[in-house]
């Protein structure tokens, strides 16, 4: 049962509830539910590249820990501490946390890992992608060194093998459907297209009844295509950096809720969108790196689901979509479309 746990799994796959329950069932056995002291220490600790991550877990995680008794708490930034300090002090038995705000509550003397014996790393390559690193190998040296770990990533490259390494020297290794071996629900079409045509293909696109994700390469081109979209009568919102924490969760609520059909996002702010029916994403601009477009195609298709991914490029640009096509493993359907056409029309239906 503390066996560590290398875990190389696609978002959507069912993981949170695959750690959470055996998590919540290891606390138990050290008697954990008797344990009801004011201002004991957190037992243990998932961590998570963003806070709509976090929330998510402990959406998932909290359930079946309050039907035995133990209570969670999430910790991220982006708003005001003190509830999460106030949580701490009452006693906390699982810390849901985004790397950041939990160094900083540490720095502050207000939080102790050392009693920590269950340590799960989710989404492992995105927390190394946004800088993480050293943060979390700062706080992984922080709890206890006999714990279990485990350690979920898409993708086993440079940073995540660091933390492999150093904290998982030998461990089970699951596949759990790696986000480039995923492609068996999802289908990858490469739309060539002139330039002029972008606003008009993506309006079309979006016209379909399922829930629909772009993704846009800046701010200003989010905001606008999400307006555009309005205007044309299609109900749609964006995601992007520039909004506070509250605005975020309430725009993506308004896609979860399907009170809005359509959301436009940037690459970081994607990062912590997990809705399991979107049906169809649309890449208004071409990723530059292939882990970007696994990363963005692993919004679709999720739980076995299946999902469409069009990626909307000029002629100029084709020689560079193969390249990244062929490093992500990806085979692709590639044709020549323009605004009012067949092929954009059966897309839009999917």
């Not at 959470?20 to 056995?29: D, Q, S, T």
């Not at 079946?64 to 005001?80: D, H, K, N, W, Y």
């Not at 020297?169 to 699951?174: A, D, E, F, N, Q």
Request: charged share 25%; net charge positive.
């Amino acid at each position: 049962a503390g066996r560590d746990v290398l875990g190389r799994g696609r978002t959507g796959s069912g993981k949170t509830i695959a750690f959470g329950a055996p998590l919540v069932e290891r606390l138990l056995e050290n008697d954990g539910a008797k344990n009801r002291k004011m201002g004991r220490k957190p037992r243990a600790l998932i961590l998570a590249p963003t806070r709509e991550l976090a929330m998510q877990i402990d959406r998932t995680v909290q359930p079946i820990a309050r039907s035995v008794g133990l209570f969670t708490t999430t910790i991220f930034g982006g708003v005001p501490q003190f509830k999460q300090v106030g949580a701490l002090q009452r006693g906390v038995d699982i810390l849901i946390a985004t790397p950041g705000r939990l160094e900083d509550l540490i720095d502050q003397g207000r939080l102790d890992l050392s009693e920590i014996v269950v340590t799960v790393l989710d989404e492992a390559d995105h927390m190394c992608d946004l800088g993480f690193l050293e943060p979390v190998q700062r706080i992984l040296r922080q709890v206890k060194k006999d714990g279990q770990r485990l350690l979920f990533s898409a993708t086993l490259d440079k940073g995540v093998a660091t933390l492999v390494n150093e904290f998982l020297p030998s461990p089970s290794v699951h596949e759990v459907a790696g986000e480039d071996q995923a492609s068996s629900t999802i289908d990858h079409r490469v739309l060539l297209i002139e330039q002029r045509d972008k606003a008009a293909i993506i309006e079309q696109l979006s016209s379909g009844e399922g829930k629909t994700l772009i993704f846009a390469r800046t701010r200003a081109f989010a905001e606008q295509l999400a307006d555009q979209l309005e205007d044309a009568g299609i109900p749609a919102t964006s995601l992007h950096g520039d909004l506070n924490q509250a605005r975020r969760t309430r725009n993506l609520q308004l896609l979860t809720s399907g009170k809005v059909r359509v959301l436009v996002a940037t690459d970081v702010a994607a990062r912590g969108i997990h809705v399991d029916d979107i049906g169809l994403v649309i890449q208004a601009d071409a990723p530059d790196e292939y882990k970007s477009y696994l990363h963005r195609a692993g919004r679709t298709g999720r739980a076995g689901k299946q999902g469409t991914v069009v990626t909307l490029i000029t002629k100029a640009r084709r020689r560079r979509m193969d390249d990244l096509l062929g490093r992500a493993e990806i085979t692709a359907t590639t044709v020549m479309a323009a605004a009012g056409d067949r092929v954009i029309a059966d897309l839009a239906r999917v």
